[in-house]
């Protein structure tokens, strides 16, 4: 019995220990931010700052045509899960911190605020400019005995532009390859190149050491943030290829740097599906902009906690275990956002953290309220005005039911996950649908119509296997939805 006492502690602390990520640009950030997200940077272990460098080396080198961490499709889904090692190395330093992304149409040269504030700890001169906060004890290149990272820009490198951007996320999905290809070989490199590729000895950031400069990470999760938006744009349910890239494995092994520790031999290097990594969301990762974040088709499980500082928008969106969301200026609760029965949502506007006066909580149905008439209550749609904690509002909502029917005008799908079948239900949303179930192979698994406007539709898949499925409406007036179900054994 001790042990299983001894289990359900270690699994509360996993749980309570698993913040989201909210990754924003660093435009964005606020100063308190960035000076936690500097401390942080200088409290991760040199050790561990150099294991990463070294072992990008290795893997890109040793194991170059097994490993395929480069110039193949592998590329995005090794660096996610790189570049999320650091981010969960930093949160046991500090739990609210989220890597954030160098939007390379905010910050370009050698003189950009970014590279200043990351740049060593009082250093001035060539390779740092007017450096200062990085501490050049732990952020080391290892291709000198005990020395910082070096930069060398090259300044006539040039800028990304946004619809450079813009044009990549909107490239087919039918295309994996032609898109990794263009965001590998165009502002990928180029971002290495401004960095490390001045006249001279290359700075870190022009070598295979580059995981030794602070600026890759944020260099890279920018990559990652332009993939994140493709897939979010683009999908439809197919897998993508990543066979032909990783002739070792096939497409469900990658090899990752974790557990390396020196090895020669490749079979000590600890593999992932490459696949499963294609959703940010499955490792807790959200991408902000302008101020806003999107959460989205997306259960929670454990205790979650999101905090941002801009605007926190909720649709399709399901709390399903405890849940707690502060947002400096707004949280916008959306069709499909709902709370399980018997779960708690608390949400946590312009506290004293964040300092936003105007703050307020909105629904679909358009209801609003500033948080500064005090007393406000906002029951007609659900959310209720609880109490004043630590001098910050609380809305939270106790009756999940009464929420369910007020909010949900949009399509609902149940149960699900389900052993293949379900319902579909429009509620409001009376429309002459077609529906189709595609499988991860984009097949049509299933097809009806609702040519009657029934309000409820029963789906039946015969021998499906288990796993994730889309499920598109179309109406006759062109409007679509995408939802995703599962079906287990
Ligand atoms: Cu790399």
Request: charged fraction near 20%.
């Amino acid at each position: 019995m001790k042990h299983i006492g001894l289990l359900f502690v270690i699994l509360t602390l996993l749980t309570e220990g698993m913040s989201q990520s909210i990754r924003k640009p660093w435009r964005e950030m606020t100063e308190d931010e960035k000076t936690s997200f500097v401390n942080a940077l200088n409290a991760v272990s040199p050790s561990f700052v150099s294991n990463m460098a070294n072992e990008h080396m290795r893997l890109a080198f040793e194991f170059g045509s097994n490993a395929h961490i480069h110039n193949s499709n592998v590329f995005l889904p090794w660096h996610r899960v790189f570049i999320h090692h650091l981010e969960e190395e930093l949160k046991k330093v500090n739990p609210n911190i989220s890597l954030p992304y160098w939007d390379w149409t905010d910050d370009w040269l050698s003189s950009a605020e970014i590279f200043d504030n990351l740049t060593i700890l009082g250093q001035s001169g060539n390779d740092g400019l007017i450096g200062r906060n990085i501490s050049a004890s732990v952020w080391r290149d290892p291709r000198f005995t005990n020395s910082k990272f070096v930069r060398n820009f090259d300044n006539s490198e040039s800028q990304p532009t946004q619809n450079q951007i813009n044009n990549l996320v909107n490239m087919p999905q039918s295309d994996f390859t032609a898109f990794r290809e263009t965001l590998e070989g165009g502002p990928h490199n180029t971002g290495h190149r401004l960095v490390g590729a001045g006249a001279g000895s290359p700075g870190t950031m022009a070598t295979m050491f580059s995981p030794a400069d602070p600026v890759f990470y944020l260099h890279h999760c920018m990559v990652d943030k332009v993939w994140h938006d493709w897939v979010e744009t683009n999908w439809t349910g197919t897998t993508l290829s990543f066979s032909s890239n990783d002739p070792n494995g096939g497409n469900t092994s990658m090899l990752t740097f974790i557990g390396y520790a020196g090895s020669t031999n490749e079979n000590n290097v600890v593999r992932v599906n490459p696949n499963s990594w294609v959703d940010s969301r499955s490792s807790k990762v959200w991408y902000a902009d302008n101020e806003e974040v999107l959460l989205d088709d997306y259960t929670t499980s454990g205790t979650e906690n999101y905090r941002y500082t801009g605007t926190i928008v909720m649709e399709d969106f399901t709390v399903n275990s405890t849940t707690t969301v502060k947002a400096g200026q707004k949280i916008s609760l959306k069709d499909g956002f709902r709370v399980r029965s018997g779960r708690s949502f608390r949400a946590e506007i312009g506290s004293s953290m964040f300092n936003v006066p105007g703050a307020r909580i909105s629904s679909s149905e358009g209801h609003e309220k500033g948080i500064d008439n005090g007393q406000a209550t906002l029951s007609q749609t659900g959310v209720q005005y609880l109490e004043q904690a630590e001098g910050k509002n609380v809305y939270g909502m106790d009756i999940p039911g009464k929420w369910e029917s007020q909010l949900e005008k949009n399509i609902s799908i149940y149960p699900n996950p389900s052993f293949g079948e379900f319902a579909i239900e429009f509620g409001s949303s009376r429309d002459d649908w077609k529906v189709r179930v595609l499988n991860v192979m984009g097949k049509a698994v299933s097809f009806q119509s609702n040519l009657f406007h029934d309000k409820i539709l029963h789906v039946k898949l015969d021998h499906a296997s288990p796993g994730v499925y889309c499920v598109i409406f179309e109406s006759a007036h062109g409007k679509k939805y995408l939802k995703k179900v599962t079906i287990s054994k």
